[in-house]
């Protein structure tokens, strides 16, 4: 079992990483619901996975490789959907390094 | 036209032979599309004029000579799928007039055997969950019971006959689930079959690309236009290397059908009495049945849902309010992130993405992330030795009828809900769901799981299954 | 106290290929913004990975050059991270398992003595695009040219000792990378980016001591020297009996100084899984042994050759093999010319001069290898003299024209005819009477001063052993 205030600074943690706005009032019922969702899996957690591997990828394709060739596609359209564009380049707020 | 009864298969012949015309077929279906649409809420965007555009183009072609498979077959596509010409919202409010510069490789291949994109229907919030109650646009009706969930808006719209195909995402079961709770055929490919080109998916190991319908006929017709490799989609690379292993013609004496007796008496009496029905019936018709069962089936759930939730919060990163979507005035690029991800997704995206971001963070990793990687394998394991054993296997769909619309459920709970379909998409293996009765005036669906890249078959014995398709009695047009 | 230092490298290399690492935007460096763009590389939402075969043959090329093993399996996994130059808001990079692992290269340390420095690992992964701040302050832009360009990283292990040892590793890792053509290695341009880790410890203590990294190094000269200086900080503030702080540290060319850049390394949590839409790369012994077979001849078995098969001078050797193109041009020459030490001098001397002040590459220039012997056999043939040489081939490497050409256009053939020559001789005997005289005195350097004046009457075309012969001839008498 997890404790709550760990599970709430994990929480945070993962709020913080993930960079979604959430409330005072979500969070602490995001909390509640990770809790219950925690306790869920705890099913999962009892299975014996000794002797098994992990999988890592679902399809059983290997060596999809493509031929090195080079072309240029056409970019109106893909400006037009970036919500700040300008004189070429994407707009984001000034990072202070 | 008569929609109720047509299929997609007619319809095409119809305008292959010059009955009608592609224009003629598309100008009702629209009519009948968006009176319904009225009541029902299947569709976000009813694209009447650049459908008939297209169904000039159809008409054309088939004046010339051609013919195509999908002549003027009206078919609606989920909005998770880009459409060159059409808007796609991903389920996002920050979306709503996003034309995304490229088109699905699915969709593609469908317009060019000659169909009809006639609309993009209703979803859930970025695409994830299989009720479309958390969709930006509101629900999408039963057409069976209006004060009910569809569970797929897609499935709705093909029960109603308001399209004739409908290509959608399934991941833990939309599909599937939507094709049970509307009494009609949905069909989920084995991964590497169809190419997802062009398909946003919240959780790329399970993502994939199926077809519903009314008739397994246009379930084949369909599926032969869209599979093959495509560069642009890795997984399809195997089927390509596959693809020369023909199914046999399905003869129900040959094909072994197993039961899962301990799964099915975990079933409410209703559901459980239909599935012990349809045993009978398809006992009857021939095919021979075997006891089989699954140990793993709960914790293979939860190695679904740990895995999704995970791929989630990876795959939802790329909105971030910079290269598309919406971002909201920030003053610095924290700001902007957190707006305009806000601004993105509705409150199951941002659940999953939290608890995906926990499930992955160090710590976590090992116990939940690890572990579930390995329940993988076993699950695995168990449905590989089971079809070692059975051609195909009968598995319930759905544990409840569709959700009221007024219904608050616990998310867990809802996840449950996915008990039958989720360990098969994480089994990698095909299945498909067929309509078998009704539960309280309801369409009850049970799956039929074969083994990867058999959907010919699947398909073969569904079609001597399917009682005959039912139409709503509720829906008036 | 004596102290060591520990240093350990993170070098990144561009490859060269045609396209992106999993796209087909074109892998070329553009002054124009986001130019080099598509879907795939801003990371829209439906568009999948496609995996670059020329980009893993450059990794699996470098991995065995620099001696290590090879991953049989591998795979690409996601870095989860938020910045604007990062579409997809994860980098893919192969995190888990590197294609290669466990190499080394020897070099000299600062005795001169052979060193081995371990590699820890070779890996590919995507680069980022570019944040350029704009001069107003209140916006940064991003240029996504770059953003999934492919790259390897290449990690030693903390296994150099000195700023000399570092870039005497940077040296021989960047000629290896050049002789395999894996990577145009240009530090100025980018395309070979390198990160220091340095600490120090007490001399003899087996414990590493808090390290600081180095950042933004553009030449091996700022490594060396931003190098001594972080060793030169450290060390005064161990000796002060302070401590270090682990932080990210950034090299400022004009102040030569580093300028700290984060505050506090903080462990950053990646939350590292596989991607589960590229497929995975799978290699057999064979491929391993046929890869390894192609590798070139490296710059040091080359240089060693040298010496033995031509007996140049070790120095020779060294510069000639500094650049894989450099000695292919001399081995060219010597296919067509049997004189190695001619033929070095010649190319390490005015050939190599042309080139820097051009900043061309041998195999760039219209100056060939056949047009560098023709120039060499001229003057074998005393047709020229070796001062006008370096002037022809100047202007035939200049004008893009054969040195014959240029002899001819000039009228720059050497005078060797005696009787030609004899009476410039005389002329100038008669106008510099003085000068003979003090040679018949005894002084021989007036000599010289006669053979100066001969050559410059005859604008240089004099063959000057001929000059001197018949001068001793005539004033001798
Ligand atoms: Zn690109």
Redesign the interface.
Known sequence: MIIIKEIQEALGKAIRAIKIEVTTREQEQLSGELSCFLQWLEPLLAVDTADADQILISHGAVNVLREDKAHSGDLVDLKKAAPNFDEDFYQVPPIIE | MEFRKMTACRAAEAVNNGETTACQLIKEILERCNVLNGKLNTFIKIAGPEALEQAAAVDKQVKSGQKLPLAGVPVAVKDDLCCRDLPTSFGSPAFKNFISPYGAAAVEKLTDAGAVVIGKTNLDDMGIGSTTTSSPAGPALNPWAPDRVAGSAGAAAVAAAQCLIFLESDSGGALRQGASHCGVIGLRPTMGRVSRYGLHTFASSFGQIGITASSTDDILAALEVISGFDARDASTALYREKSAEKNAAVEPEIIKIGYPTAIIALLAPDHRNLMERAREDIEASGFQLTDFKLDLLAEALRAYYIIAFAETSSNLSRFDGIRFGMADYAENLDELYYKSRRLTFGQEASRRSIFGTFILSQGNYDRYYRQALKIWTLVRREFTAVLDQCDLLLMPAVRTLPQLVTEQIDFCRLYEEDLFCAPVSLAGLPSLCLPVGEVDQLPVGLQLVGRPFSEEMLIGAASRIIPEIKFPPNVIC | MEYEVVIGLEVHVELL???KLFC?????FVA????????GC???????????????RHALTASLALNCEIALYS?FD?K?Y?Y?DI????QLSQFFVPIGSKGFLIIEDDNGKPKTVRIGRVHMEEDAGK????IS????????NRAGVPLIEIVTEPDLRSPGESRRYLEQLKGILQYTRVSDCKMEEGSLRCDANVSLRPMGCPDLGSKTELKNMNSFKAVEKSLEHEIKRQRDILRSGKEVITQTLRWDEGSQATIV?RGKLQAH?Y?C??????????LTEEDVEKARAALPEMADVRAARYVNEYDLPEYDAGVLTSSHGLADYFESCLELYNNPKVTSNWIIGEFTAQLNSTGLEPDQCSFQPKDLVELLLMIDQKLISGKIAKDVLAKAFQRGTSPRLVVEEEGLLQISDQSELEKVIVKVISENPDSVENYRGGKAKSLGFLVGQVMKETEGKANPRLVNELLLKIIGS
């Open positions: 290929t045609k396209s087909c935007c074109p892998n070329r124009e913004p986001n130019i080099n763009t598509c879907p801003l990371g829209f939402p439906g568009v999948l990975p496609q995996l670059n075969s020329e980009a893993v795979y996601r989860n938020f604007p579409p997809k808001g994860y944040l350029v701040h704009a302050g209140n916006t940064s832009l991003v240029d996504y850049m949590d939350r899984f596989t991607d589960p839409e590229l497929a995975p790369i799978e």
